[in-house]
Nanobody, 124 residues
Framework: QVQLVESGGGLVQAGESLRLSCAAS????????MGWFRQAPGKEREFVAA?????????YYADSVKGRFTISRDSAKNTVYLQMNSLKPEDTAVYYC????????????????WGQGTQVTVSS
């Protein structure tokens, strides 16, 4: 089992920044990829960014966040971060951290473990 706890969400104005953190515990050695997803009210969950948990550092981003969001990891702290700059009202959503034990992926069905989510609200 891998436990994931997100933090760092909040209410900001358009153009501002937030950094989300995802602290992992438990069998973290089984993780292959770590991803961030988000779900806005009335919409399906969508992929935001993903990074390999161990060496290699492969990274994927959704087109909607490229150039604005940066995913990173600190293996010593078992933590993954999502730096979000130039936030837009359409970024408003609950953001979830997820762990995959099989592959680095942009598909939520490849992820085995999920956090509870953290709310990000961007006002215009």
């Amino acid at each position: 089992q891998v436990q994931l706890v997100e933090s760092g969400g909040g209410l900001v104005q358009a153009g501002e920044s937030l950094r989300l953190s995802c602290a992992a515990s438990g069998r973290t050695f089984s993780s292959v990829g770590m991803g961030w997803f988000r779900q806005a009210p009335g919409k399906e969950r969508e992929f935001v960014a993903a990074i390999t948990w161990r060496s290699g550092g492969r990274i994927y981003y959704a087109d909607s966040v490229k150039g604005r969001f940066t995913i990173s990891r600190d293996s010593a702290k078992n933590t993954v971060y999502l730096q979000m700059n130039s936030l837009k009202p359409e970024d408003t959503a609950v953001y979830y951290c997820a762990s995959s034990t099989t592959r680095l992926s942009a598909h939520d069905y490849d992820y085995n473990y999920w956090g509870q989510g953290t709310q990000v609200t961007v006002s215009s």
